[in-house]
């Protein structure tokens, strides 16, 4: 099988885990980026599938290339689709109910999908993860008790917000420390709200070390496409509190609204349980051959 795919991740090529993954099940995959700043670029034939890594505008150009060159039109949704605008909706609506396959990276999101296209035909793949690195986890002896929040400094993730639920815990355990793993443009803003609190700014890091001195991991994001920290903090034993978004209901992590969030965070760390990874993360091998069955 030979496949295009579409991108707007710069990133995505030789060297990238996934894209070596994905390289290795088909006879050929080539990458063609369209994405900000991009114009309309000449669409290669000879393809059996064209693959795109959203259903929005660039899921629009899929569709146009696929039945330009005569492909079957694969459709990957890595986003929560109630995050978007209407017309992003309508977008997406038009380029779902086109597409011969739709690949999800969760069971939430397939059924945003398929409200949107009842009779679509929908594959549920997760992220790959290699989580045998976290399963090996050891926890060490640390005090105090310590909190981790792992994601990019910006607005999507709601860091802001995370501090002010630290605020909540530490006005209730003054002891508790928290760790904030990552960056982007709001960390100047974070470190000036941290100021007098006990929040250590890492930068970003390997979060496994991270892990074994984790008692809880925080998630405050306003929506997931899937939530990598999550099964990673999981699948070390770590317990995850976050509210609905993304894979965090079904990955087995204590889900709760915005509100409450520090008193679940104070609740598990008062009585120190573990977490569970509820979904099951397939092998390399195994992910490579299910990410052909998608297409």
């Known amino acids: 099988m030979k496949v295009l795919m579409i ?22 995959l080539r990458v063609l980026y369209w994405g900000k700043g991009s114009y309309w670029p000449t669409v ?8 795109v890594q959203d259903p929005f505008w660039r899921g629009f150009f899929g569709l146009i ?17 109630s995050a978007h605008s209407f017309l992003r909706h309508v977008v997406s609506q038009i ?6 396959s739709i690949r999800v990276v969760s069971e939430k999101i397939k059924q945003q999908v398929l409200h949107m296209v009842p009779n679509a035909k929908v594959s549920v793949l997760p992220v790959f993860i290699d989580v045998s690195r976290f399963r090996g986890i050891v926890p060490q002896p640390h005090t105090p008790k310590t909190v981790l929040w792992v994601g990019r400094f910006e607005e999507e993730k709601n860091p802001l917000g995370a501090i002010e639920v630290f605020k909540e815990i530490h006005t209730s355990e003054p002891q508790v420390k928290f760790i904030m793993l990552g960056s982007g443009s709001l960390e ?6 941290a100021t ?31 939530g990598a920290s999550i099964i990673e903090a999981l699948a070390a034993g770590v317990p995850v ?26 609740d598990v760390l008062q009585k120190e349980v573990r977490g569970e990874l509820k979904v099951v993360m397939p ?9 052909l069955e998608t297409l």
Request: charged content about 25%; hydrophobic content about 40%; some cysteine.
């Open 7 to 28: 991108t707007g991740d710069k990133r995505f090529g030789p060297g990238n885990e996934r894209y070596e993954l994905q390289k290795a099940a088909v006879e050929e």
């Open 44 to 51: 290669p034939s000879g393809y059996d599938v064209v693959t």
């Open 65 to 81: 290339a696929a039945r330009k060159i005569g492909a079957q039109l694969n459709v990957q949704v890595h986003t929560d689709l």
């Open 95 to 100: 380029v779902l109910r086109h597409a011969d």
């Open 188 to 193: 100047k803003k974070l470190k000036e709200e």
């Open 196 to 226: 007098g609190l006990p929040i250590e700014f890492p930068g970003w890091a390997d979060p496994l070390p991270y892990m074994e001195v984790a008692d809880v991991v925080l998630c405050t994001s306003w929506h997931e496409s899937f």
């Open 241 to 266: 509190v976050a509210p609905d978004v993304g894979v965090a209901r079904e990955a087995g992590a204590v889900v709760v609204p915005y509100m409450g969030l520090a008193d679940a965070v104070l």
């Open 283 to 291: 092998t390399a091998e195994d992910w490579k051959k299910q990410w």
